[in-house]
């Protein structure tokens, strides 16, 4: 069962305009969320987290957004770049254990 | 510094052949890390350790061994390959509840 789910598996947007990417967990233990970046044939990179006594937490052009009552958060990207297109996870931490969950990925596409 | 390294980038393996993939960090990390990345389904966790000589089983242990016998090394063994082994493995490291740096992958394929 998909604790972590990242429903749109591709999203286009234009370059600088706003790219939303959203994603939904099941598990209200989760405490503190990250996303992560990822081009082709490299390993994933940490973008921004956010932990779970906040709401928003902000990085340069990276906003994340945690809404704890719905278990969703989304990242927002303003102004969106070329060089952002990627596929983005969003990871969850579950404090039980040592593990990071992670979704199944939004591939970003954005067009110049 | 190196970050995260995987050896080796790249194998073609026969069904029934074993193999090793070496995980190396230079962080001083506690936590490490395997996972495998297949298309459509994210990054699925297949073992993990909290430290030197600790291992624990993550989502998809099956057909993996793995061991931690120095804290910088992490090390992911298929005894008997199976085509459904074919994947790309990544290894992370971190420290507690932090974000994970990960390596960058090894393209198996078993034939």
């Known amino acids: 069962d998909q604790q972590v789910k990242q429903n749109s598996p591709s999203l286009s947007v234009q370059e600088g305009r706003i790219s939303i990417l959203n994603c939904d967990y099941t598990?209200?233990?989760?405490?503190?969320f990250l996303w992560y970046k990822k081009y082709p044939a490299e390993g994933p990179t940490f973008l921004i987290s956010?932990?779970?006594?906040?709401d928003k937490n902000e990085d340069g052009r990276f906003t994340v957004f945690l809404n704890k009552s719905a278990k969703h958060l989304s990242l927002h990207i303003v102004p969106s770049q070329p060089g952002d297109s990627a596929v983005y996870f969003c990871?969850?931490?579950?404090?039980?254990?040592?593990?990071?969950?992670f979704g199944t990925g939004t591939r970003l596409k954005v067009l110049a | 510094n190196a970050g995260v390294t995987q050896t080796p980038k790249f194998r073609v393996l026969k069904t029934g052949q074993s193999m090793t993939l070496l995980c190396a960090q230079d962080?001083?990390?506690?936590?490490m890390y395997w996972y495998r990345q297949d298309p459509g389904m994210g990054l699925r966790l297949i073992h993990y350790?909290?430290?030197?000589?600790?291992?624990a089983k993550g989502e998809v242990p099956d057909g993996y061994n793995v061991s931690r016998l120095k804290k910088q090394n992490f090390l992911l063994g298929l005894e008997s390959a199976a085509p459904s082994q074919t994947s790309v493995y990544f290894c992370?490291?971190?420290?507690?509840?932090?974000?994970?740096?990960f390596g960058p992958g090894t393209r198996l394929t078993v034939l």
């Open positions: 992370a490291s971190s420290y507690p509840r932090g974000e994970q740096f």
């Open positions: 598990n209200s233990m989760f405490d503190y």
């Open positions: 956010i932990s779970s006594i906040k």
């Open positions: 990871a969850a931490t579950d404090p039980g254990t040592y593990k990071y969950i």
């Open positions: 962080m001083n990390h506690e936590y």
């Open positions: 350790s909290v430290g030197e000589g600790t291992t």
